[in-house]
């Protein structure tokens, strides 16, 4: 985090910083081409460092603000994530079982990827919305279309789920240490560390999905 966020305690300022870094998000995230508004994805490198600063201070916001309803919702948020995690990876397993009996020359891929419908955002609110103060549905939208273009959230390859380093739990953001008995879900991880969400953003956000896909094993003579 971000060491001046870090040390600011008063949500009155740290409000007026998220409703400029918003606004310098919009900016780069948009451009006109024949009169349409499309996403600039030629602004993506310099729109990064803009959605870290914006999960910086909504997590410092957060962290100022968490009580009894927030430790609920985030253990409710890590225990769907983990429980999704499980079931495709049971249901990958069977569906590579089943593919290598009818062909061998195909590898199984399995994603778990979030899809956000501006029109339609089904994102469940917060009691507090207002402490924070930010623009939610159009936020995560950007930070979605920014991050689709990279990895998705957790993917299962060949045999099984992909292996991770069990380091990934220990530089999990600051916020999880006044929850110690919440031991987060890789995807949870995933989403707050390379993802670019802030933990009141994964608090509302609903719509998650699993895709799955046979990729063809290609052996080239040369």
């Known amino acids: 985090m971000n060491r001046l966020i870090r040390k600011e305690t008063n949500p009155d300022i740290l409000r007026e910083m998220l409703k400029q870094c ?16 499309i996403f600039n994805l030629g602004n993506k490198n ?42 495709m990876i049971v ?11 009818i062909d061998n020359n195909y590898t199984l891929y399995s994603h778990l ?11 469940q609110p917060l009691e507090d919305d ?6 939610w549905n ?6 979605d279309a920014f991050s689709l273009f990279d990895f998705d959230i957790f993917e299962c390859c060949g045999e099984g789920f992909s292996a991770y380093d069990e380091g990934w739990r220990e530089s999990i953001r600051a916020s999880f240490f006044m929850a110690p008995d919440i031991k987060p879900c890789y995807s949870l991880w995933d989403l707050l560390n390379e993802h670019g969400y802030s933990f009141p953003d994964v608090l509302q956000m609903t719509t998650y999905t699993y895709v799955h896909e046979a990729w063809a094993n290609l052996i080239c003579n040369v």
Request: proline letters at 2%; glycine letters at 2%; a negative charge.
């Open 22 to 37: 918003e606004w310098d998000m919009e900016k780069l995230a948009y451009k006109y081409d024949d009169g349409e508004k």
């Open 46 to 87: 310099r729109i990064r460092p803009k959605i870290e600063e914006r999960a910086d201070i909504l997590d410092r916001l957060f962290e100022l603000h968490f009580n009894a309803t927030d430790y609920v919702r985030l253990s409710e948020i890590n225990s769907k994530l983990e429980s999704i995690e499980k079931n």
């Open 91 to 101: 249901k990958h397993i069977d569906m590579y079982k089943k593919l290598k009996e």
């Open 113 to 123: 990827v979030y899809r956000h419908d501006e029109e339609s955002p089904q994102l």
């Open 130 to 135: 207002d402490y924070y103060g930010s623009n």
């Open 138 to 143: 159009r936020m995560i939208k950007i930070i």
